[in-house]
């Protein structure tokens, strides 16, 4: 964040020109409180989603009411203002330099938290004041959510919706090969990573119709995958299984000070191997690196192919849905346990108060009031995550079981009665934490670095998994060294 104020004048006025109407928005802000005696607290939103048309109307609506309301009885104007993007960061980098900061950002993923995470605020005491019940939530979601970032331990927000990783599978090929689906709930004993490669060997199919344990299987004449992993996710969300000798993640593959690489522990070895075993070894996957796909999956995401037997992915795949029930039968079932440990990755929606902002109180009655029940369910249902507010998660069951239908009664989304929702539901209690998109120390370096050595072992271009973990731990201690030389 140091570096973002640094900025010259004129590379602010030069910015600045590109987006007038918003800092015009923050100009107006000093104009109208003076004149109505109002505070004017600003929600910008523009980080994920929330930018479409019929989300502002939502977000319009919610003003009116708390401007109407809670507004006149505090003296305070809401006011959200969106930006798209792909301009969001600069945007709020920019306002943050000119002193413009917007009181509250949201809906920020957790990747957009780690990128500013200097910015963010901590409202633990907020909540510790007026006595919110953190029990609301799923604990490993809040959870996901607190940071100790320099000696400094904070919270920086609750979840407004998140996208746990399961396990989709298509039962058809289930059918086919004679094996008996997966479990239906999370922490059946004997559901197990093994277990898993094993269904996925006898389901992997050559042009032959030889599985990989056939001495006759053709690996370059593949027709069908049996499991393609944690394709479409981070590295970390593989990673993210393993534990150390004491039961504590190593996710983050750094040190508790944030000083010291640790992507060479043997943790992470072994993650690396276990990954291009996968490929070579059991050959359930295919050889291609997660950004360009399989020749096999074609234009379609590896479930969608209808070549794909299971697959470990985030439930944002639901605009995939209606494409999957045209092709074949299908399902979602719980990750297996690995080494005794159950962790779906997951992606997590909040809302964030900055720090540079000048009216703390009364952005804090905001945030208050768009997390109670009646308008949280509002903002949820505007971005389409599952509700972390727990009284919620029934009533999500039941839409996804008969349909969705809008204000106006209108369908949205078919029902699907067969699919057991509630394994989504319930993997909230298994979020993975660090959160695979976490913040460390020179976020966007170190999450490239992962990123391609992650490519380079599916791909097969590095055979020696060991050497890419050595070479991406002295890569990543360079960009840490970096960092900290650039907070002195």
């Known amino acids: 964040m140091k570096q973002l104020l640094r900025k010259s004048s004129k590379a ?8 007038s109407m918003l800092l015009m928005a923050g100009c107006d802000k000093d104009k109208k409180a003076s004149k109505d005696k109002r505070t004017k607290i600003q929600v910008m939103v523009g980080f994920g989603t929330g930018t479409d048309p019929s989300q502002v109307a939502v977000h319009e609506a919610l003003a009116k009411e708390f401007n109407d309301t809670i507004g006149k009885e505090k003296n305070i104007t809401l006011e959200f203002v969106t930006v798209q993007y792909a301009d969001s960061e600069q945007k709020f980098t920019t306002l943050v330099a000119g002193g413009m900061t917007p009181d509250i950002c949201g809906p920020v993923g957790v990747m957009g938290v780690g990128k500013f995470i200097d ?8 909540l510790q004041k007026d006595r919110i019940d953190l029990n609301a939530y799923d604990e490993a979601l809040v959870d996901s959510m607190r940071y100790s970032i320099n000696g400094e331990n904070k919270l920086v927000g609750l979840p407004i919706g998140y996208y746990p990783s399961a396990l989709y599978y298509n039962e ?38 030889n599985n990989t344990y056939s001495p006759d299987f053709d690996m370059e004449g593949v027709t069908q995958f049996g499991y393609d992993g944690t394709d479409w996710a981070p590295f970390r969300a593989w990673v993210g299984k393993y534990f150390d000798k004491n039961g504590n993640s190593v996710a983050l593959g750094i ?50 192919s209808n070549k794909c037997a299971m697959w470990e992915i985030f439930s944002w795949m639901s605009y995939a849905y209606e494409g999957w029930d045209a092709n074949f039968n299908w399902n979602i079932a719980p990750i297996p346990s690995f080494n005794g440990h159950i962790v ?56 996804r079981k008969n349909g969705v239908v809008d204000e106006n009664g209108e369908v949205i989304e078919e029902g699907r009665p067969n699919i057991n929702w509630q394994v989504l539901i319930d993997a909230g209690a298994y979020a993975d934490n660090p959160n695979n998109e976490a913040w460390v120390p020179n976020f966007g370096k170190v999450w490239d670095a992962m990123e391609t050595a992650m490519a380079n072992v599916i791909s097969g271009f590095e055979e020696d998994t060991d050497k890419v973990a050595d070479d991406l731990n002295a890569e990543v201690q360079t960009y840490l060294d970096e960092y900290w030389e650039n907070q002195k």
């Open 344 to 399: 779906s990755a997951t992606n997590i929606d909040t809302f964030v108060m900055c720090k540079s902002a000048k009216n703390h109180d009364q952005a804090w009655e905001v945030y208050k009031w768009l997390f109670q029940p009646e308008n949280y369910i509002r903002l949820n249902k505007n971005y389409g995550g599952i509700p972390a507010m727990k009284q919620f998660q029934k009533s999500w069951i039941e839409e």
């Open 119 to 126: 910015e963010w605020m901590d409202i633990e005491p907020y």
């Open 12 to 19: 602010l006025i030069v910015v600045a020109a590109c987006f």
């Open 172 to 209: 058809d090929i289930f059918d086919r090969a004679g094996i008996d689906y997966p479990p239906t709930t999370w922490g059946t004993k004997d559901w197990t990573y093994e277990k898993m490669i094993d269904q996925a060997r006898r389901m992997t199919l050559d042009k032959d119709g």
């Open 255 to 304: 040190s508790d000070d944030m000083k010291t690489a640790q992507m060479n522990s043997p943790e992470w070895k072994k993650a690396f191997k276990d990954l291009r075993d996968q490929v070579f070894v059991y050959k359930v996957r295919p050889s291609s690196d997660s950004n360009a796909g399989a020749a096999l999956f074609g234009d379609n995401d590896p479930l969608g």
